[in-house]
C-alpha cells in the first residue's frame, strides 16, 4: 500500500534551516509519471504549494520561495526532502508532502498524501 | 502565476440539497490542470476532480465537475453528512507552476 510519511524537527528558531524528509512506501520514487510535491498549509489558512522534484533531478518551485527553497529526492532511500533557509514566524504550518501524477503532459492530480507534520517557527 | 479565485468562502446547505462551488482563474487555462481536493479538520486534503470533469478513484459519483477557460465548477449532487468539508481548486500547469484557490468550506445549514 502506497504510504507518504513526513519526518523532521517540529520547533526550528528564526534564521535557521528548516529540514523535512517524507519518506515514500510502496513505490518506488524513481516511477517515471510520478512527481514528489511538498505543500503547507499555515494554521486556520489555505493551501500552499512549496514545490515539485523529480527522480531524474528537475525541481520547480513557487516563485516567491525560489531563493529559500530547495527540494529533491534521494531514490537509493526512497525519500525526498524539503530544505527552507532563513525561516520567519510566518513559515509556521503543516507541511504536506504528496505525489503528483502527471504523465506526457496531463496532470492526474496530488493522489497520495502524507498525514502532514507542523512546524512552529519560534525562538 | 494563475491565481484562482474561490467564491464565496463560506456556503450553507442542508444535506440531501445540491452544492455548486465555483472557482475562477485570472487567465484562460486549460482543463487539463485543474483538479479539485475535499479537507476535512485535522487530515490531509483528498483528490476529488482531476482534469476538471474526471473522477479520482473511489470518488463517489455525486461528485462532477465542469469548466473551461476561466470558469469551473464543483457540484455536489446530494449532499451527504461527511461532505461537510472545505473544498479547494488547483492549477498545475505545464510549466510545473502551481496555485491553489483559498477554498470554499462547506457547513450544514
Known amino acids: 500500500q502506497l504510504q507518504l510519511q513526513e519526518s523532521g524537527p517540529g520547533l526550528v528558531k528564526p534564521s535557521e534551516t528548516l529540514s523535512l524528509t517524507c519518506s515514500v512506501s510502496?513505490?518506488?520514487?524513481?516511477?517515471?509519471?510520478?512527481?514528489w510535491g511538498w505543500i503547507r498549509q499555515p494554521p486556520g489558512k489555505g493551501l500552499e504549494w512549496i514545490g515539485t522534484t523529480h527522480f531524474t533531478g528537475s525541481s520547480y518551485y513557487k516563485p516567491s520561495l525560489t531563493s529559500r527553497v530547495t527540494i529533491s529526492a534521494d531514490t537509493s532511500k526512497n525519500q525526498f526532502s524539503l530544505r527552507l533557509s532563513s525561516v520567519t514566524a510566518a513559515d509556521t504550518a503543516v507541511y504536506y508532502c504528496?505525489?503528483?501524477?502527471?504523465?506526457?503532459?496531463?496532470?492526474?492530480?496530488?493522489?497520495?498524501w502524507g498525514q502532514g507534520t507542523t512546524v512552529t517557527v519560534s525562538s | 502565476e494563475i491565481v484562482l479565485t474561490q467564491s464565496p468562502g463560506n456556503l450553507s446547505f442542508s444535506p440531501g440539497e445540491r452544492a455548486t462551488l465555483s472557482c475562477r482563474a485570472s487567465?484562460?487555462?486549460?482543463?487539463?490542470?485543474l483538479a479539485w481536493y475535499q479537507q476535512k479538520p485535522g487530515q490531509a486534503p483528498r483528490l476529488l476532480i482531476y482534469g476538471a470533469s474526471s473522477r479520482a478513484t473511489g470518488i463517489p459519483d455525486r461528485f462532477s465537475g465542469s469548466g473551461s477557460g476561466t470558469d469551473f465548477t464543483l457540484t455536489i449532487s446530494r449532499l451527504e453528512p461527511e461532505d461537510f468539508a472545505v473544498y479547494y481548486c488547483?492549477?498545475?500547469?505545464?510549466?510545473?507552476?502551481?496555485?491553489f484557490g483559498q477554498g470554499t468550506k462547506l457547513e450544514i445549514k
Open positions: 488547483q492549477h498545475y500547469g505545464s510549466s510545473h507552476s502551481c496555485s
Open positions: 504528496a505525489r503528483l501524477d502527471y504523465e506526457y503532459s496531463y496532470y492526474y492530480g496530488m493522489d497520495v
Open positions: 487567465q484562460s487555462l486549460s482543463s487539463t490542470y
Open positions: 510502496g513505490v518506488s520514487i524513481s516511477s517515471g509519471s510520478f512527481y
